[in-house]
């Protein structure tokens, strides 16, 4: 398999930050195809974000549906705000709301 120049150059970014949790072994452009499809699924999440703004993971799915037309996956969600705050776009705060099943969660804030 060949990689193109703009592929190899993509990642070379890899071993900076990995958003792709490469669970399944994946290699060569699918990997490639992989980590773009979640740093641009990272993007999106991002902006459903407004400044001062605390929202949990629940909330967050209702805004990317709404805003996108699209589901967002619950693990893809858990990994984009872990990537993110690990990232330090997104704090994760004391502030606990009540979750859709009724349970308190937490929520962050865009920093």
Known sequence: ???THEELSFMGDLFDFSSYKNTNGAT????VEAEKKA????????ECFYAGQYISQPSLRREYRRRYGVEIEKASCSRA????TDQGKLIKT???VMGDRGKMVYTWIKK
Do not use: P
Request: charged fraction near 25%; charge should be neutral.
């Open 39 to 46: 740093r641009k699924q990272e993007d999106m999440v991002l």
């Open 94 to 96: 004391g502030v606990r």
């Open 81 to 84: 705000f872990a990537n993110l």
């Open 28 to 31: 060569g452009a699918e990997l």
């Open 1 to 3: 398999m060949t990689l």
